[in-house]
């Protein structure tokens, strides 16, 4: 292994992979060419790319990009056909492929037109998109990467599988108590998460809890946040718990993602006794490490959710 392999593979670098593809749409002109878009996904959530297998017909499909399921290693994966989900007419493939993923404790398929390469890239080269460019793809990107000769788009690959799945766990509300308690303490909160979707769930189950929550939406934020309430604390000669109690963290984010933000916070001498918890839907047996590594003080799936206030209640207590 490179000594450049090695230090991608360190927690903490604000570095990331992502499996480049594209979907190639039928021309817009009569005897034109088909238009490719290009577009990306981390691959921490990508378990394998393959060839299109066999389908089997599945029951009382419920969204027509679902094209069916097939059976991968004994275990039955639905794939979706993203062109479907973006309402983009894909051009016929002489090679499609299919993209198996896992997050949120869910295995999905999704099939596109063709994989180019993987990239390694710094997630200051993700930038955020415009709320126009937002608004005009649904809020289905969360990050925009600029290329030699091309831009590739950074699917929400979460609202994508929300949309298709409105009764997953991850969506289900958790039970609070103690809310009454919660508020009497007026714990303060900074949430940072790129996805406008699970930004919205998280902070409404938070405050519905009874925390006082500001929302960010990238690990930049938080920081320059977290680096204003150091200044007025040592300013005013208070600690800096007066102005935020524990911060809870997205993963993937552009420009600075949640494990370089725990490092930061984890490593300065004022902002070290902040609690942090990490909430991703990348969160999984095998990755827990990368975590552990920066300290975070624990890590929640977004497919488990309930357990985001019980964790918060072990560094906060009512």
Known sequence: MSKQSEIL???????LEIVEFYLDEEPKTEGGKPVRLYYGINVAKVLEIIRLPELTEMPEISHPSVLGAFNLRNQIIPLIDLAVW???????SDEPKVIVTEFNRMRSAFLVSGVTRIHRINWREVEAPTKYVSSLTANSITGVVKMDNRIVFILDMEKICADLNPEADFLREPETKDVEEIQSKHYKLLLADDSNMARKMISGILKKAGYQVTTVENGEQAWSQLDRMRRQAAEEGRPVKDFVDAVVSDIEMPVMDGHNLTKRIKEDPVLK??????????????LQHKGQAVGADDQVSKAELGNLIS???RFLPV
């Open 9 to 15: 593979l360190e927690s903490g670098t604000n570095e």
């Open 86 to 92: 973006l309402k983009k007419p894909r051009a016929a």
């Open 273 to 286: 006794e902040l609690p942090v918890v990490l909430c991703s839907s990348i969160i999984t047996e095998t």
């Open 311 to 313: 964790s918060l209640k």
